[in-house]
């Protein structure tokens, strides 16, 4: 079992930044990918980013990249995404995820998730 907590939302103004934080508890760590999904009012949950379990790659969706950047401490057993320039239509909750391995982009596929924390971007 792998207990995911979110911290880091709040609300900003566009062209801001946050850094949300996802702290994980349970054992094995580091063989689980971790990843960010979000879920605006009324839309599917959408994937985001994710840190594939070897570390040694890290992907994301068209809409976030080169402005998110998500990386993760083993030691800490954290994950982080720094987001930066946001826009209002980043506005949404953020859920972190693990699941063993590879993350999918499938939400339905990946096996833990956070209780989420909610991120407001104003214009």
């Not at 960010?36 to 994937?47: I, L, T, Y």
């Not at 590879?102 to 104003?122: E, F, H, L, M």
């Amino acid at each position: 079992q792998v207990q995911l907590v979110e911290s880091g939302g709040g609300l900003v103004q566009a062209g801001d930044s946050l850094r949300l934080s996802c702290a994980a508890s349970g054992r094995a760590f580091s063989s689980y990918a971790m990843g960010w999904f979000r879920q605006a009012p009324g839309k599917e949950r959408e994937f985001v980013a994710a840190f594939q379990w070897s570390g040694a790659s890290a992907n994301y969706a068209d809409s976030v990249k080169g402005r998110f950047t998500i990386s993760r401490d083993n030691a800490k057993n954290t994950v982080y995404l720094q987001m930066n320039s946001l826009r209002p239509e980043d506005t949404a909750i953020y859920y972190c995820t693990a699941r063993r391995f590879v993350i999918s982009t499938t939400y339905s596929d990946n096996d833990y998730w956070g209780q989420g924390t909610q991120v407001t971007v104003s214009s």
